[in-house]
């Protein structure tokens, strides 16, 4: 199995994060602000990548610490568990609709870390959530992970719909970048013999 553990504690956050990429879509999700909780349950349900994450933040300041280390520690994670990435699909794509919104996400496990981010939100919040700190949890995601990941909401207006279309989307691209590939014989997906740098 699969397995990455993290833990990571500051005067900010105090966090453990366990993934399992090859679990069947088990979460375990607490990190003091609803609405990220649900995107991460939708991200490990549709990935099928098993998520223990468990958050302490200050929140009594603002969203910001918690949002973003959540995603440095769950992405230090993937990354631990990916190991030495041999075998693996490496791409994951997915269209990925919710009613009237279309999102596509696009991921190379590429060990170099890129965001290109086409998404906007016509309101301030998502339940509590600052949706300002949505496109800072995914490239706080790819940075850590070391993704080169492309985001864009093709159309759309529900701002719900466009947050979790993009979090599913990214789970069913994860969900084959991550897979094994057993015609690649265990190799690394790259001439250079290595991913990243």
Not at 79 to 100: F, N, Q, T, V
Not at 105 to 133: C, H, M, N
Not at 150 to 175: D, P, T, W
Request: glycine share 10%.
């Amino acid at each position: 199995m699969r397995t990455g553990r993290t833990e990571r504690k500051t005067k900010e956050t105090d966090i453990l994060v366990e993934v399992n990429l090859d679990g069947t879509g088990q979460y375990d999700i607490s990190t003091g602000i609803g609405f990220l909780d649900h995107m991460v349950e939708q991200f490990s349900r549709h990935s099928l990548i098993d998520v223990t994450l468990k958050v302490d933040g200050d929140l009594h300041v603002d969203q910001h610490h918690t949002t973003e280390d959540s995603a440095i520690a769950l992405g230090q994670a993937l990354s631990d568990a990916l190991g030495d990435k041999a075998g693996i699909g490496r791409y994951g794509e997915a269209h990925s609709p919710m009613d009237e919104t279309m999102a596509r996400v696009v991921v190379d496990i590429s060990g170099r870390p890129y965001l290109v981010w086409k998404a906007r939100f016509t309101q301030e919040k998502l339940g509590e959530w600052d949706t300002e700190l949505i496109e800072h949890w995914f490239h706080s995601v790819a940075q850590s992970a070391g993704l080169t990941l492309h985001c864009q909401v093709l159309y759309g207006s529900n701002n719900h719909h466009i947050c979790e279309a993009l979090y599913k989307g990214f789970a069913r691209a994860m969900r084959q970048a991550v897979e094994l590939d057993a015609r690649k014989g265990g190799a690394v997906p790259s001439t250079k013999g290595q991913l990243g740098g």
